[in-house]
């Protein structure tokens, strides 16, 4: 269990090193930090003494475990666009991105997996055929474009919902929450729909693969010649085996749901980080480009490890490795 | 309750059909049989010869779109083919039990061989948790796993093969039920667990006064286990008699060629025969005996009509040679005399 | 070779059957054939060229489409007009044969991408393929947008604004291009492992022959089929993100607008109430990509099930 844990642990942080290595990349490479930094008529001699101060001459190797050392301490340098620093910039829009990508994760879950068991359970139910054809255009539709309708909708044509920004916050510590206001919910619903309308087909058509999968098993043949109920047969039993695809998949699109904010944001312009990303690449704003790429890595691995973490917890086989070997033969 | 003598399960003209695209399978055709309380009827046929489905049907879980056509089934004399599902559901388990093929795919990997046993015992008998598991440990310590007490709590990959199959017998003994269809239970083990398998299943019928449907293409079990045998070709009853007769004396020439085709039941010194051709299609079962073109004593009127079961001397074999008219004209004479 | 290869596959199993039987997928693809007979035969067909200014006048602003009945519309042009003057119809036919040129285009590269680096990685093997393979590894855990997106990113930072512009269709297939390479790779390297080992391939190895010649001749045929679906379900694939990044604002520019960037102008004008010059760039872009997937999907069944 250790093992596997700190096995998991290296592997995790050799992603984020090399990740790491190609946000350096793009810092030391591309673009000039020091043209962010000094006005125009800078002269040639006081950039070079501010390289020579920031240790931009020292060899690469050198530079790159500073870089690394600053990003663990979330020191990013300057926007080159604000000439702010970018550790606060990311971590003024962390909120807004976090709270929105939790909001979709429940939302996706919340009504995917029941509606994948459903069409899982009885595929031939009128329904079902109804939600599965749904969901391959759900599949097929772009985000943006969802959310444009979503807009038309409900706040074009209805009036009920806001089509912009997070409505009113309230601010606890640095943390700005929409959670307590609300115009602040109001605000997130059409944003969560949005942006979690993706995963939740896609988890919705996973669940329901699986569902069908486990349901043709013998253990699940098995189970109903022991006379259980349909309740214990299709919850007790086959729900729970679907459960670990269902963890990985769902897992990765929580880090999907972070990654795809970028364009949620820029339709409800929602004051996140995905919206600060799509400036940065526009203006080819480097260090925030490189700041963002770390911290979303920094997500997916701590993403896939609590999967990892979950695997165990679901799966006895993964556990018990005293009797396991014994299984084989007599 | 019925008299001592009357037969637990009885399937009177199974029909069992498959619809698809092309047309609709008839996978079991027109099998009619008895089985009496404590009674071990071995079935036997080769792959496809519709003998899984005909358990599969008794005990109410035949794969859609698989149905039961036509025919009746019943259970000390009640139909059971035909009843809701949540009616059914509360016989299997408790009346009829049920072994599969593949010990290893039986049971769920995510939950404790407890919990499965207890949740068993719960559906069926009015038991406390605390009831139920000291039963399931009862039951464990019956089918010979050794420190069924910590056991009891361990998990499915945790243990052998054979020991699995235990497990599943004692899931399928939870309730006493009054019958038990095994669908080839030892098919999947080695060699040397089939035996003990098998014998542990004999001892355990015998001492609860269970019937058992055993399916299975090894003839070998069948010679060490059943009372009666039961031979089906292409969904049909090829014969059917006591096992001492259908293994010596067998009436039917599939019988026979199934017979000769086993090493330990041949006597010793003669060859080993072999049965020509193979099982048709389901979509293409010839006219008359579905055994025609591979029999050797086909006459015409085989080609043409259909045999019934009927008296031959020891058992009842679907063949017109024990017809008072018999096979009709011999289409070719037989090889050897 | 590989597509006689898949014709006869596709003879051979119950394809042509599935595909008859299958109404959803007959008006798909009669549907994708007519978004890109309209595409492909714009300069011909569309009854206006939105991106010459000498054709554009401001009188023609904002029309309405001609079905809504109201004041104003104008048979000339049927969807009606944007704020410039721009027929939404004809801007739509231009817009959709870009979409489609760099959703091809970029499928093709990485294709060619992918297959390259993983007969390479599969062959070669070693650290060579470690290489490959960690980098694919560690691309995967990156949605192929945010790649596409920084690809672009970093692009910018090298060169200037206006000279961006001006390459801005190169770009963008070479950015999403390389976000899609990876599922070549690995599919193409699966299969070179298995043949690599088979006695065939180990005598063409004894008798001399170059090793290129030995993974083109005989190792690609057998990964076509399984690539080529991968191919038709990315063109959906790729066809969005490049709709996703023209959106975002870091695709095509306004003057040489795809559909994505049609919706992203659009948008801004929504709350007005212009809904036309969003709603039918947005239709268009949802049925073509709802019906390349469904094709994508249906052959991905029809002709291996196993990859599901």
């Known amino acids: 269990m250790l093992a596997f844990i700190l096995r998991r642990l290296a592997q995790s942080i050799a992603v984020l090193l090399a990740v790491g290595l190609v946000a350096f990349a793009l810092f030391h490479y591309i673009g000039d930090p020091i043209n962010a930094m000094v006005g125009q008529d800078t002269s040639m001699q006081e950039r070079e003494e501010l390289r020579e101060k920031l240790g931009l001459n020292d060899p690469a190797p050198l530079q790159f475990a500073r870089f690394?050392?600053?990003?663990?301490?979330?020191?990013?340098?300057?926007?080159?666009?604000?000439?702010?620093?970018?550790?606060?910039?990311?971590?003024?829009?962390?909120?807004?991105?976090?709270?929105?990508?939790?909001?979709?994760?429940?939302?996706?879950?919340?009504v995917g997996v029941p509606m994948g068991v459903w069409t899982g359970l009885y595929p031939r139910h009128?329904?079902?055929?109804?939600?599965?054809?749904?969901?391959?255009?759900?599949?097929?539709?772009?985000?943006?474009?969802?959310?444009?309708?979503?807009?038309?909708?409900?706040?074009?044509?209805?009036?009920?919902?806001?089509?912009?920004?997070?409505?009113?916050?309230?601010?606890?510590?640095?943390?700005?929450?929409?959670?307590?206001?609300?115009?602040?919910?109001?605000?997130?619903?059409?944003?969560?729909?949005?942006?979690?309308?993706?995963?939740?087909?896609?988890?919705?058509?996973?669940?329901?693969?699986?569902?069908?999968?486990?349901?043709?098993?013998?253990?699940?043949?098995?189970?109903?010649?022991?006379g259980l109920s349909n309740r214990?047969?299709?919850?007790?039993?086959?729900?729970?085996?679907?459960?670990?695809?269902?963890?990985?998949?769902?897992?990765?699109?929580?880090?999907?749901?972070?990654?795809?904010?970028?364009?949620?944001?820029?339709?409800?312009?929602?004051?996140?980080?995905?919206?600060?990303?799509?400036?940065?690449?526009?203006?080819?704003?480097?260090?925030?480009?490189?700041?963002?790429?770390?911290?979303?890595?920094?997500?997916?691995?701590?993403?896939?490890?609590?999967?990892?973490?979950?695997?165990?917890?679901?799966?006895?086989?993964?556990?018990?490795?005293?009797?396991?070997?014994?299984?084989?033969?007599? | 309750m019925t008299g001592a003598n009357a037969p637990l399960l009885e399937v009177r003209h199974l029909r069992v059909e498959f619809p698809t695209r092309r047309g609709t399978l008839v996978a079991v055709d027109d099998v009619s049989f008895d089985l009496a309380p404590g009674e071990v009827l071995g079935v036997v046929g080769e792959s496809g010869a519709g003998k899984s489905l005909t358990g599969a049907a008794i005990i109410g879980l035949l794969e859609p779109p698989g149905r039961i056509a036509a025919g009746e089934i019943r259970l000390e004399g009640e139909r059971i083919d035909n009843l809701p599902y949540e009616k059914m559901r509360r016989i299997r388990g408790a009346k009829i039990g049920a072994i599969f093929q593949d010990p290893l795919t039986s049971l769920n990997p995510l939950y404790g061989i407890g919990r499965q046993l207890i949740e068993t015992i719960q559906t069926h008998l009015p038991l406390s948790a605390q009831a139920a598991r000291a039963r399931a440990i009862e039951l464990l310590k019956e089918v010979g796993i050794p420190g069924a007490e910590t056991r009891i709590d361990h998990y499915p990959h945790q243990f052998s093969g054979g020991m699995r199959q235990r497990v599943v017998i004692a899931l399928a003994l939870c309730a006493n039920p009054r019958l038990i269809v095994a669908d080839e239970p030892t098919t999947a083990l080695d060699v040397s667990i089939q035996a003990?398998?098998?014998?542990?299943?004999?001892?355990?019928?015998?001492?609860?006064?269970?019937?058992?449907?055993?399916?299975?293409?090894?003839?070998?079990?069948?010679?060490?286990?059943?009372?009666r045998v039961a031979v089906m070709y292409a969904g049909r009853l090829a014969e059917i008699g006591p096992v001492r007769d259908v293994v010596k004396n067998a009436a039917h020439p599939y019988t026979r060629g199934l017979m000769g085709s086993i090493p330990s039941i041949g006597e010793r010194g003669h060859r080993l025969t072999q049965i020509e051709g193979s099982?048709?299609?389901?979509?293409?079962?010839?006219?008359?005996?579905?055994?025609?073109?591979?029999?050797?004593?086909?006459?015409?009127?085989?080609?043409?009509?259909?045999?019934?079961?009927?008296?031959?001397?020891?058992?009842?074999?679907?063949?017109?040679?024990y017809d008072p008219a018999g096979v009709g004209t011999k289409a070719r004479e037989t090889v050897d005399a | 070779m590989a597509f006689v290869?898949?014709?006869?596959?596709?003879?051979?199993?119950?394809?042509?059957?599935?595909?008859?039987?299958?109404?959803?997928?007959?008006?798909?693809?009669?549907?994708?054939?007519?978004?890109?007979?309209?595409?492909?035969?714009?300069?011909?067909?569309?009854?206006?060229?939105?991106?010459?200014?000498?054709?554009?006048?401001?009188?023609?602003?904002?029309?309405?489409?001609?079905?809504?009945?109201?004041?104003?519309?104008?048979?000339?042009?049927?969807?009606?007009?944007?704020?410039?003057?721009?027929?939404?119809?004809?801007?739509?036919?231009?817009?959709?044969?870009?979409?489609l040129v760099v959703g091809i285009l970029a499928t093709i590269f990485s294709m060619v991408l992918g297959i390259a680096l993983g007969l390479i990685s599969g062959y070669v093997g070693g650290g060579v393929d470690a290489f490959i393979m960690r980098l694919a590894d560690v691309q995967l855990t990156f949605p192929a947008l945010l790649v596409a997106l920084l690809i672009d990113g970093v692009v910018r930072g090298l060169i200037s604004v206006q000279r961006h512009d001006e390459i801005a269709l190169y770009v963008i297939i070479g950015a999403i291009g390389l976000s899609f390479w990876v599922q070549y790779a690995r599919t193409v390297r699966g299969s070179v492992l298995v043949e690599k080992s088979k006695e065939y391939v180990q005598a063409a190895r004894v008798i001399g022959l170059s090793p290129v010649l030995i993974m083109i001749r005989h190792v690609l045929p057998n990964v076509m089929g399984p690539v080529l679906v991968i191919a038709t379900?990315?063109?959906?694939?790729?066809?969005?993100?490049?709709?996703?990044?023209?959106?975002?604002?870091?695709?095509?520019?306004?003057?040489?607008?795809?559909?994505?960037?049609?919706?992203?102008?659009?948008?801004?004008?929504?709350?007005?109430?212009?809904?036309?010059?969003?709603?039918?760039?947005?239709?268009?872009?949802?049925?073509?990509?709802?019906?390349?997937?469904?094709?994508?999907?249906w052959l991905r069944d029809a002709l291996n099930p196993k990859l599901r």
Request: glycine share 8%.
């Open chain 1, 68 to 110: 690394i050392v600053n990003s663990v301490q979330g020191k990013f340098g300057l926007s080159y666009r604000t000439s702010e620093p970018v550790g606060r910039m990311i971590l003024e829009r962390l909120p807004a991105t976090l709270e929105l990508a939790f909001c979709a994760a429940v939302f996706a879950m919340g």
């Open chain 1, 126 to 226: 009128w329904t079902s055929r109804f939600l599965q054809a749904a969901s391959l255009i759900g599949v097929s539709l772009p985000t943006f474009l969802i959310g444009i309708l979503l807009i038309m909708i409900f706040a074009v044509i209805l009036g009920l919902l806001p089509s912009f920004g997070r409505g009113n916050t309230v601010q606890l510590g640095w943390w700005t929450s929409g959670f307590f206001t609300f115009s602040g919910l109001k605000a997130l619903i059409l944003p969560s729909i949005t942006l979690g309308l993706f995963q939740l087909t896609l988890i919705m058509r996973l669940v329901r693969s699986e569902m069908l999968e486990v349901m043709r098993t013998d253990y699940i043949k098995f189970a109903r010649a022991r």
């Open chain 1, 232 to 330: 214990a047969v299709n919850f007790g039993h086959a729900l729970k085996n679907t459960l670990v695809p269902v963890i990985t998949i769902a897992g990765l699109q929580l880090g999907a749901i972070i990654a795809f904010s970028i364009v949620t944001e820029t339709v409800f312009s929602w004051p996140g980080m995905g919206q600060l990303f799509v400036q940065s690449v526009q203006f080819a704003d480097i260090p925030v480009m490189a700041a963002y790429l770390l911290l979303v890595a920094f997500f997916f691995v701590v993403i896939n490890l609590v999967v990892d973490l979950l695997y165990y917890a679901v799966d006895p086989r993964l556990r018990g490795g005293m009797t396991t070997a014994s299984a084989r033969g007599h």
């Open chain 2, 196 to 227: 003990q398998i098998i014998a542990l299943l004999k001892k355990l019928c015998r001492e609860h006064r269970t019937a058992v449907m055993l399916v299975t293409h090894d003839m070998g079990v069948i010679a060490e286990t059943a009372d």
């Open chain 2, 279 to 321: 099982m048709p299609r389901l979509t293409e079962i010839p006219k008359g005996c579905a055994f025609n073109p591979r029999c050797p004593d086909r006459g015409d009127r085989c080609t043409r009509e259909r045999p019934e079961l009927m008296p031959a001397p020891t058992t009842q074999a679907a063949c017109w040679q």
């Open chain 3, 5 to 99: 290869d898949l014709m006869r596959r596709a003879a051979d199993s119950d394809i042509w059957y599935s595909f008859k039987s299958s109404h959803v997928v007959v008006v798909a693809t009669v549907v994708t054939l007519f978004i890109f007979a309209m595409a492909f035969l714009a300069p011909i067909l569309a009854p206006h060229t939105p991106f010459d200014p000498a054709t554009l006048s401001l009188s023609d602003a904002l029309k309405p489409p001609v079905l809504t009945g109201e004041d104003g519309a104008d048979w000339a042009f049927p969807l009606g007009t944007d704020e410039q003057g721009r027929d939404v119809l004809s801007s739509i036919m231009y817009g959709t044969r870009l979409s």
């Open chain 3, 233 to 297: 379900i990315n063109i959906g694939l790729a066809v969005l993100t490049e709709a996703t990044l023209s959106f975002l604002g870091v695709g095509l520019p306004s003057t040489q607008p795809s559909l994505g960037t049609l919706i992203r102008l659009g948008q801004e004008v929504l709350l007005s109430g212009t809904w036309w010059i969003v709603i039918f760039p947005g239709v268009t872009l949802a049925i073509l990509v709802v019906a390349v997937n469904l094709m994508g999907d």
